[in-house]
């Protein structure tokens, strides 16, 4: 059942704010937890905060970490991503039947301590405006729809170690539906595809809209370079890998095409996602997709998420 149209559209605009985004923050890792408390308290109190999901799968402390970035930032903008839908046998006080009814508590909560997940129109700090809108998305498994992945078959892939060390077949839990999850959740945003923007629109999903996006550019290889060059590690033995393991597929498991009409449905200017844990910043077809990861320590130290040595905090993305 889709949500109300009321959950999905915000008539309030925000006065004088940059934009930030930032994804993957995984604030069960206590060092994770420490970083996000540790951004300032003053320096963004007139901004919007983008968070392109994969917060925690702690619903306790989802709430508690969304609410502290509300009070850091003026509005925060939220996606839940895969790890946010994981069921464990013990979830605190919560109870959940599968991953579908958590994410629509999850949508709840939110609403009740001001979270947007719905677009919102932004007055920007260049005296203009613009729009944030989320996108609701699952990624498309090859097996489950072959058409809408983002799947790329490759020679050195293990799939039976892909699919077995892959948490969410472990931890998701689906309820009988028409169709795949990437298509439950396509149809969720059906009621913004509709309607007239009046400002540029930053979109921003979990999962990945285009297949381009997964392989590193020339300029990704670069960056990670640099990263590393600070953090005084030697280069990378196959920089195109970006320290991924060449058995595991991560194309199983990265996004769905349906993003990617849906962005260009609605004319994003500008698309965040989140969930493969290296950094992108491209302009293809007139769209810049970006990508800003916290991604996990063992990453951070690698230096295979490029940028975040330059930044204390989320990325400012707009204007």
Not at 234 to 249: E, R, V, Y
Not at 276 to 290: A, G, M, W
Request: net charge neutral; glycine share 4%.
């Amino acid at each position: 059942m889709l949500l109300a149209e009321s959950r999905y559209f915000s008539s309030s605009a925000l006065r004088m704010s940059r934009i930030f985004a930032i994804s993957d923050i995984h604030v069960d890792i206590p060092e994770n937890l420490r970083l996000v408390n540790s951004w300032s308290d003053a320096d963004f109190k007139n901004d919007v905060l983008i968070l392109a999901g994969d917060v925690t799968d702690n619903l306790s402390l989802l709430k508690t970490v969304l609410t502290s970035l509300t009070q850091k930032f003026s509005k925060v903008c939220y996606v839940p991503g895969n790890h946010e839908l994981w069921i464990r046998q013990v979830e605190n006080t919560y109870c959940h039947n599968n991953s579908i009814d958590k994410f629509h508590a999850i949508l709840a909560m939110c609403d009740s301590i001001g979270v947007h997940t719905k677009p919102v129109k932004v007055q920007c700090c260049n005296d203009t405006a613009a729009w944030v809108v989320p996108i609701f998305s699952w990624y498309a498994k090859p097996e489950d729809d072959l058409h809408n992945s983002l799947f790329v078959g490759r020679d050195t892939e293990d799939a039976e170690l892909s699919n077995k060390v892959w948490m969410d077949n472990h931890l998701c839990k689906w309820p009988v539906l028409q169709g795949s999850v990437a298509q439950y959740f396509a149809k969720l945003n059906e009621n913004i595809l509709t309607r007239d923007y009046d400002a540029p629109i930053i979109s921003f999903s979990h999962f990945l809209p285009r297949g381009e996006l997964i392989p590193a550019s020339e300029e990704d290889i670069e960056r990670v370079q640099d990263e590393r060059k600070k953090l005084h590690l030697p280069q990378l033995d196959n920089p195109k890998a970006q320290g991924s393991q060449i058995q595991f597929n991560f194309t199983r498991f990265a996004g769905c095409k349906t993003i990617e009409e849906q962005i260009r449905k609605i004319g994003s200017k500008v698309h965040l996602h989140g969930h493969q844990h290296r950094n992108r910043d491209r302009v293809i077809d007139e769209v810049r997709y970006v990508s800003f990861c916290l991604g996990y320590p063992r990453e951070r130290s690698m230096g295979v998420i490029w940028g975040l040595s330059e930044r204390k905090g989320p990325r400012w993305i707009w204007p």
